[in-house]
């Protein structure tokens, strides 16, 4: 059967319908509102996903529903947004109108300062607003983390977010009434064509299904797979690499998908942190803080968790964690699949057990068994939106006696890869759990790890922390002992 071919990416932009021909792989959406489009009042800060100055909104139809989410304009690639709707903070105050409830509100609590930040914060502002219209200091500072003030205006922006509901309604938002319209004009750009353009040297194709992908990427092994663009992204505006061909995968709504079933939970390689997040933290309340500390809330929108694994980076947050529980993951090549646990996934630094043409199409996470405790921990210099230096997963079950019966402990920044501790494991398992089985387990971290050292950390703080993690994990699970753990404050380096 002949796949159709559109050679267009069409999206809208505000009010306006884009249809563009000549899409380069690396042009990102930033680049394309400010050089192409005029629209200035989305920012440059950092160019790599961390300072928000450049959100804009893109909402997109995912079950036939119409959602928003705040993205970095600076990392996102304008070939993804084929059937989307970009919202730019031009768009908000209406022509010789009123301002938006979001800019009035900023206005009235003196929030802006210098004023450049100022546009990120309102659009993620306005995407907090459309999804929850009275939120609690601690939704708005979540909603936040990914918009940096270097003028500290913090506490005038917290207000502003919070004076938002008295401003303005949100049933008479344009978005909110037109959300019908928007949703009818997106339905019509979505024809189930594969979408392919630009020569060899600069092709990018949209595939139009997950089956067309798997042909897509069979013929063409050395294409980039850009699932988020959190970490592809960096590669063009930070190393200035060369990533075509390029083969995106947000639009498929096949790799978006979560299944809960008796024994586990399965995510398609393309769900985003936000969207895994509520049966993420249903189903595993110890991960919480984990994902509510990755990246950004922008980030958190457009990272997927496959794409944390498939890049193999030794600092991935999502890795240790699903190693220590359990977690496999499902490799697609062609017709052909074949499951592989997770830990086995990764084989040195840069390399993973993943053929030319194969990719990650699904994550598989088994239920903890009730007898189970499980923990993780993110050691990172600042709380907020910062990338590991240690983050250890510890998993142990227990037998009617005490002793362990079953162990899994797994870090990250401690090797090339994502590593579970063997020595350690095998230093406690069918242990006494207590302090004597714990300082065994300790002695033998050198066994396992010869973490390095870089800006993040030296390597005698890496083995240091690993260490008292496990002596902290111990103690968090005597659940006879009065202990405290403040968990609001990151570890010091």
């Known amino acids: 059967m002949t796949t159709e071919i559109r050679n267009t990416i069409r999206f809208l932009l505000n009010d306006r319908p884009v249809e563009l021909a000549d899409v380069s792989p690396v042009q990102t959406l930033l680049d394309f509102l400010r050089i192409d489009r005029s629209l200035r009042g989305t920012k440059e800060g950092c160019a790599e996903g961390d300072c928000g100055a450049c959100t804009v909104l893109v909402g997109r139809l995912l079950d036939g529903k119409l959602k928003y989410e705040s993205v970095n304009a600076c990392i996102r690639f304008v070939a993804s947004l084929d059937g989307c709707h970009v919202v730019t903070v031009e768009a908000l105050a209406q022509p010789n109108g009123p301002l938006h409830p979001v800019q009035q509100a900023m206005v009235d609590t003196h929030a802006s300062q210098c004023g450049f930040c100022t546009p ?60 019908e319209e928007i949703t009818r004009q997106l339905e019509a750009l979505r024809d189930g064509r594969r979408v392919e353009i630009g020569g060899e040297d600069e092709r990018v194709v949209l595939p139009a299904s997950l089956d067309d992908f798997a042909v897509v990427l069979e013929a063409n092994p050395k294409a980039t797979i850009v699932a988020g663009s959190t970490d592809v992204g960096l590669w063009v505006t930070k190393f200035m690499r060369d990533i075509a061909p390029v083969v995106h995968l947000s639009h498929l709504e096949e790799l978006r998908r979560i299944s809960v079933d008796a024994n586990g939970i399965s995510l398609a390689a393309g769900v985003s942190y936000t969207e895994a997040y509520p049966v993420i933290v249903r189903h595993f309340p110890q991960l919480r803080e984990l994902w509510d500390r990755i990246g950004g809330e922008q980030v958190r929108n457009m990272g997927t968790v496959g794409g944390n694994i498939a890049n193999g980076s030794p600092i991935g947050d999502t890795p240790p964690a699903l190693i220590a529980l359990g977690a496999s993951v499902i490799l697609r090549k062609g017709a052909r699949r074949r499951t592989l646990p997770l830990e086995a996934f990764f084989i040195e630094y840069g390399k993973q057990d993943r053929e ?102 030296s390597s005698e703080y890496r083995m240091l922390v690993a260490r008292n993690l496990l002596r902290r994990f111990h103690l968090e699970t005597q659940e006879t002992r009065n202990i405290r753990i403040d968990r609001t404050v990151a570890v010091a380096m």
């Not at 990338?387 to 006696?401: E, N, Q």
């Open 120 to 179: 990120g914060f309102v659009m993620s502002l306005y995407g907090l607003w459309m999804t929850n219209a009275k939120p609690s200091v601690q939704e708005i500072e979540k909603a936040l983390q990914g918009n940096l003030c270097r003028c500290t205006g913090y506490a005038a922006i917290i207000r502003a977010a919070e004076a938002i509901a008295s401003v303005g309604e949100l049933g008479k938002d344009p978005l909110i009434v037109e959300r």
């Open 356 to 457: 030319p043409g194969e990719f990650v199409e699904t994550v598989r996470i088994p239920f903890l068994d009730e007898t189970d405790r499980f923990a993780v921990y993110k050691i990172t210099k600042r709380f907020d939106e910062d990338i590991s230096a240690v983050c250890g997963a510890f998993r142990v079950k227990l037998d009617g006696d005490g002793k362990v019966a079953d162990v899994a402990i797994a870090f990250g920044g401690m090797a090339g890869t994502p590593k579970r501790a063997s020595n350690v494991e095998a230093a406690l398992k069918g242990a006494q759990w207590n302090d004597a089985a714990i300082e065994a387990g300790v002695a033998a971290f050198e066994r396992d790890y010869t973490p390095l050292t870089d800006w993040r950390a």
